[in-house]
């Protein structure tokens, strides 16, 4: 169950949270963070159901089986509103003043300026990637954050809270979710080291063979694709069955745009992991190289396929690195995506 399993994963957090609860000292807005997207929205989902759980166990904790419970796991509850990044771009759009448009900034904190239809005024706010957020839009939230209603709890997620503005972070009380570990669970992540062991090990100055080897690695990129739009789907599903049903269609129209949001966001999520991984594999190559110590590799899972030597070449594994780290720094401006990661693979081969 969702819930048992962030408490196993984090038990002086939830400890600490449910004891807050128990003594109605719960704040009005948290920032929870960590280097698990995973484990921030399982976060986030804890926190919004101790709000409002029907049936709490005997220290406040979620039941996870109340009608409540089941529909914030569905992301289905009435009054929970949610606001992602949107766009290719992924940012949060901050919405016009006057007429703001749904899934924007200004559309979120109107739904908070409403009477609450439940009869103890709850009202739950989440952000994820809140750090999407630029600073025009941070400074248009910070009163709606300081001074949230009585009963209205804001949850903001992100993996790197350092990018938020001072005074966001001043006004929320912050949650550490770090695990120390990246999860790497795209579609083609173990092709992805295959490919990457291949690289390094196998093709040291055959110039062709890094070359199918860099085709394979943009096959893979393509299943992000298809991989971010099922995550959506089965994120989506059941408010978008919801809507279907209601005779507003404006309705299925914004939760259709949501869905896509989330699409949007998923597939910039999966990309990030999917250069992480090349950055990651080459660093542990790396190591081991200098180290002569593959024991201490902190994700011995990506060799579980591959066929090791003794020991990396320490000038191919410095090389996959520093070819790696210019990979990740190409890819932050508007370059074309396949020629730079074949520069990536031709060069990992057959460089000086």
């Given at each position: 169950?969702?819930?048992?399993?962030?408490?196993?994963?984090?038990?002086?957090?939830?400890?600490?949270?449910?004891?807050a609860?128990?003594?109605?000292?719960?704040?009005?807005?948290y920032l929870?963070y960590g280097?698990?997207?995973?484990?921030?929205?399982a976060?986030?989902?804890?926190?919004?159901?101790?709000?409002?759980?029907?049936?709490?166990?005997?220290?406040?904790?979620?039941c996870g089986?109340?009608?409540?419970c089941?529909?914030?796991?569905e992301?289905?509850?009435?009054?929970m509103?949610?606001?992602?990044?949107?766009g290719?771009?992924?940012?949060?759009r901050i919405?016009d003043?006057?007429?703001p448009?749904?899934n924007?900034?200004?559309?979120?904190?109107?739904?908070?300026?409403l009477?609450s239809?439940n009869l103890?005024?709850?009202k739950?706010?989440?952000?994820?990637n809140?750090d999407?957020?630029?600073?025009e839009?941070?400074n248009?939230?910070?009163?709606?954050?300081?001074e949230?209603?009585?009963?209205?709890?804001?949850?903001?997620?992100?993996g790197n809270?350092s990018?938020?503005?001072a005074?966001?972070?001043s006004?929320?009380?912050l949650l550490?979710?770090?695990?120390?570990?990246m999860?790497?669970?795209?579609?083609?992540?173990?092709e992805l080291?295959?490919?990457?062991g291949?690289l390094i090990?196998?093709a040291?100055?055959n110039?062709?063979k890094?070359s199918?080897?860099?085709?394979?690695?943009?096959?893979?990129?393509?299943?992000?694709?298809d991989?971010?739009?099922a995550?959506?789907?089965?994120?989506?599903a059941?408010r978008?069955e919801q809507?279907?049903g209601?005779?507003d269609?404006?309705?299925?129209?914004?939760?259709?745009?949501?869905r896509?949001?989330?699409a949007?966001?998923?597939?910039?999520?999966?990309?990030?992991?999917f250069?992480?991984?090349?950055?990651t594999y080459?660093?542990q190559i790396w190591?081991w190289?200098?180290?002569g110590?593959k024991s201490?590799?902190?994700?011995p899972e990506f060799?579980?396929?591959t066929?090791?030597?003794?020991?990396?070449?320490?000038?191919?594994?410095?090389r996959?690195l520093n070819?790696?780290?210019?990979l990740?720094?190409?890819?932050?401006?508007?370059?074309?995506?396949?020629?730079?990661?074949?520069?990536?693979?031709?060069n990992?081969?057959c460089g000086?």
């Open positions: 169950m969702l819930y048992r399993e962030f408490e196993e994963r984090f038990p002086n957090l939830s400890a600490g949270l449910l004891n609860s128990k003594q109605k000292k719960l704040g009005g807005a929870l280097d698990d997207p995973a484990w921030r929205e976060g986030a989902m804890y926190l919004a159901a101790m709000t409002i759980c029907q049936s709490p166990g005997f220290g406040g904790e979620p089986e109340c009608r409540s089941r529909q914030v796991q992301h289905t509850y009435s009054e509103f949610e606001l992602s990044p949107s290719k771009a992924g940012y949060i919405g003043e006057n007429a448009e749904p924007t900034l200004r559309w979120f904190v109107q739904q908070f300026e009477a239809s103890d005024g709850r739950i706010g989440i952000i994820h809140c999407a957020m630029n600073s839009a941070q248009a939230f910070l009163k709606t954050l300081e949230p209603d009585p009963g209205v709890i804001f949850i903001l997620l992100t809270p990018a938020l503005l005074t966001t972070r006004r929320c009380q550490p979710l770090l695990t120390n570990t999860q790497y669970d795209f579609a083609g992540a173990k080291c295959g490919l990457l291949e090990f196998n040291s100055g110039i062709v890094a199918n080897l860099a085709d394979d690695m943009l096959l893979l990129t393509e299943k992000l694709a991989d971010s739009s995550r959506a789907d089965a994120s989506w059941k978008l809507a279907s209601i005779e269609k404006s309705l299925l129209k914004r939760i259709t745009e949501q896509d949001n989330a949007a966001s998923y597939y910039l999520m999966l990309r990030k992991q250069l992480s991984l090349i950055h080459c660093t190591l190289s200098e180290t110590d201490a590799l902190s994700n060799f579980e396929n066929e090791l030597p003794e020991k990396p070449d320490a000038i191919v594994a410095k996959a070819e790696a780290e210019k990740l720094y190409r890819l932050r401006f508007q370059v074309d995506e396949k020629l730079a990661v074949r520069s990536f693979a031709v990992t081969a000086e």
